[in-house]
Structures are given as structure tokens and as C-alpha cells.
């Protein structure tokens, strides 16, 4: 599984703190902090975000 950064896109997140008040990713690519991630299995999800193509094809 990869956690996916909803501001740039990028399986670039790891986990700055985690406590009562729930886990913190920090982004590397970007300046992005916070709790909400996207997790997935496939490793081109990423990619897929960038440019649309999930959109496209409408696949899942
Ligand atoms: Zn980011």
C-alpha cells in the first residue's frame, strides 16, 4: 500500500506524528501537512492522478 499526497499527487507522504489527535503526514514534494491521505494499492495510482487517466477510462 502507498499513501498518496491529495495536494500533489505523489506517494511521497510519511508519517510525521501520530497520538490522540491522529496521524500527521508530512509530504516530501510538497509543503502539504495533515490527516487526510489517499491510500492505495497500486503503485501508478499517482501518475493516474496527475493526468487524468483514471477519469478517462472510468475503470476501476
Ligand atoms: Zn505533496
Redesign the pocket.
Known amino acids: 500500500m502507498v499513501l498518496i499526497?491529495p495536494?500533489?499527487g505523489?506517494a511521497?507522504l510519511y508519517l510525521e506524528t501520530g497520538g490522540v489527535m491522529g496521524d500527521i503526514y508530512r509530504?516530501k514534494?510538497?509543503t502539504?501537512i495533515g490527516n487526510f491521505v489517499i491510500e492505495s494499492d497500486d503503485d501508478d495510482l499517482s501518475d493516474e492522478l496527475r493526468e487524468g487517466k483514471r477519469m478517462e477510462t472510468g475503470k476501476y
Do not use: D, E, V
Request: charged content about 10%; aromatic content about 12%; proline content about 0%.
Open positions: 499526497c495536494q500533489c505523489k511521497t509530504c514534494n510538497c502539504y
